[in-house]
């Protein structure tokens, strides 16, 4: 068996991220926190998930995350299957942060919305409405190669 377990991300302010982490997913808590140092400079470290996954987020990072609208390399996004993604689109939309791409429409097997944390990195959230991996994996004439960019910055 394969999985992803974590994912490991900088972020300028932990605290940020962290909400809206724990907005979108309010099951989720902080499994461990602490200080450590990397390469001389002193950083705050949490993990953030259930029994299973979570991400890794570290603080004092130093920048800007890359542009989203460019082609350098980079985390273009991080995936989550989700049970119900119109309620995080709407606990997330309610604490003020806004839909980037809204694809729950038009698709007969799964509904998407993607959201950018304070930090820069864009979230997909996707609730699948099929188990049969020939529907949710249905790529084909279903218009979900038309992106439709809510608040492009």
């Given at each position: 068996?394969?999985?992803?377990?974590?994912?490991?991300?900088?972020?300028?302010?932990?605290?940020?991220?962290?909400?809206?982490?724990?907005?979108?997913?309010?099951?989720?808590?902080?499994?461990?926190?602490?200080?450590?140092?990397?390469?001389?400079?002193?950083?705050?470290?949490?993990?953030?998930?259930?029994?299973?996954?979570?991400?890794?987020?570290?603080?004092?990072?130093?920048?800007?995350?890359?542009?989203?609208?460019?082609?350098?390399?980079?985390?273009?996004?991080?995936?989550?299957?989700?049970?119900?993604?119109?309620?995080?689109?709407?606990?997330?939309?309610?604490?003020?942060?806004?839909?980037?791409?809204?694809?729950?429409?038009?698709?007969?097997?799964?509904?998407?919305?993607?959201?950018?944390?304070?930090?820069?990195?864009?979230?997909?959230?996707?609730?699948?409405?099929?188990?049969?991996?020939?529907?949710k994996n249905l790529y084909e004439d279903v218009g979900s190669t038309v992106v439709t960019f809510v608040n492009p910055d």
């Amino acid at each position: 068996m394969v999985r992803l377990e974590h994912s490991n991300l900088s972020v300028v302010d932990i605290e940020k991220t962290l909400d809206f982490i724990l907005t979108a997913f309010p099951h989720w808590q902080v499994r461990a926190r602490g200080n450590n140092v990397w390469y001389g400079v002193e950083r705050q470290w949490l993990h953030v998930g259930d029994d299973d996954y979570y991400l890794s987020l570290n603080g004092q990072a130093a920048g800007k995350n890359r542009d989203l609208q460019g082609h350098t390399p980079g985390l273009a996004h991080l995936g989550f299957a989700v049970d119900d993604v119109n309620a995080i689109v709407e606990r997330l939309t309610a604490k003020g942060y806004d839909i980037r791409v809204d694809m729950r429409e038009g698709h007969p097997f799964r509904k998407t919305a993607y959201f950018i944390d304070p930090e820069g990195f864009e979230f997909e959230f996707i609730q699948y409405l099929s188990e049969k991996p020939e529907e949710k994996n249905l790529y084909e004439d279903v218009g979900s190669t038309v992106v439709t960019f809510v608040n492009p910055d």
